[in-house]
C-alpha cells in the first residue's frame, strides 16, 4: 500500500516568517501534486512536479520534488494570514490514482 | 465555463438508509472521480469514471456505487450507510482521459450519519 506522509500535522506560526512542510514516502511517483484546502471548499491545485530534483516557484512558495520522485517539500517565505489553510500533497500512481497525504493545517497570526 | 457543482451541500442520514450525491463537472471534461475526506484527513480515492464506464475503484466496499451519465455528470451512490460513512464527499473532473490533467475539486457534500 502506498502510503504519503506529511509533516507537520499542524503548524501555527506569525506572520512573517518563514515555513517548510514535508510529505515522504518510501514509494515513486510519476508526479507529485500540492492543494490547499479552505474549510468547505474542495482542494485547489497549487503546483504539478514531475522530474525528480524539479524546483518550482509560485511568489513567496517553492515547491521541491525529491531526485528519487519519493518525497517532496513546500516552502513558504514571509507567511502571510491569506496562507491559513490545509495544505495537501498527493502522488499519481501508475494507474493514473491520486495517493493523498493526511495534511497540514497551517495557520497564520497576524 | 462553470466549475464542478455537487449537491447537496449538506445531508443528514441514519445507519442503514441509502444515499445518492450528485456531481456536475466541468463543461468539456470527460472524467469525474470520487473522494470520500473523513474529518482531519487526506481525502480517500472511492472510484473514477471515463466516458460512462469505471476506471479504477479504491479500498471501499460494493455498497459505494456509482454513475456517469452522457453528459458526463455522476452519481455515488452508499447504500446500508454506517456511523464510518459521515464524512467530506468530493468528486473531481478532468478532461482528456484518466492521468493526462488537472482535476477540479467540487465544494463537496457533507454527509452526517447519525
Known amino acids: 500500500t502506498q502510503l504519503l506522509e506529511q509533516s507537520p500535522q499542524f503548524l501555527s506560526i506569525q506572520e512573517g516568517e518563514n515555513l517548510t512542510v514535508y510529505c515522504n514516502s518510501s514509494s515513486v511517483f510519476s508526479s507529485l501534486q500540492w492543494y490547499r484546502q479552505e474549510p468547505g471548499e474542495g482542494p485547489v491545485l497549487l503546483v504539478t512536479v514531475v522530474t525528480g530534483g524539479e524546483v518550482k516557484k509560485l511568489k513567496r512558495l517553492t515547491f521541491q520534488f525529491g531526485d528519487a520522485r519519493k518525497d517532496s517539500s513546500l516552502h513558504i517565505t514571509a507567511a502571510q494570514p491569506g496562507d491559513t489553510g490545509l495544505y495537501l500533497c498527493?502522488?499519481?500512481?501508475?494507474?493514473?490514482?491520486?495517493?493523498w497525504g493526511a495534511g497540514t493545517k497551517l495557520i497564520i497570526k497576524p | 465555463e462553470t466549475g464542478v457543482t455537487q449537491s447537496p451541500t449538506h445531508l443528514i442520514k441514519t445507519r442503514g438508509q441509502q444515499v445518492t450525491l450528485r456531481c456536475s463537472s466541468q463543461?468539456?471534461?470527460?472524467?469525474v472521480s470520487w473522494y470520500q475526506q473523513a474529518l482531519g484527513q487526506g481525502p480517500q480515492f472511492i472510484f473514477q469514471?471515463?466516458?460512462?464506464?469505471?476506471?479504477g475503484r479504491g479500498n471501499f466496499p460494493p455498497r459505494f456505487s456509482g454513475l456517469q451519465f452522457p453528459n458526463y455528470s455522476s452519481e455515488l451512490n452508499v447504500n446500508a450507510l454506517e456511523l464510518d460513512d459521515s464524512a467530506l464527499y468530493l468528486c473531481?473532473?478532468?478532461?482528456?482521459?484518466?492521468?493526462?490533467?488537472?482535476?477540479?475539486f467540487g465544494p463537496g457534500t457533507r454527509l452526517t450519519v447519525l
Open positions: 473531481a473532473s478532468s478532461s482528456l482521459g484518466p492521468g493526462t490533467d488537472t482535476q477540479y
Open positions: 469514471y471515463y466516458r460512462e464506464e469505471e476506471n
Open positions: 498527493a502522488g499519481e500512481d501508475s494507474n493514473y490514482q491520486l495517493i
Open positions: 463543461s468539456g471534461h470527460n472524467t
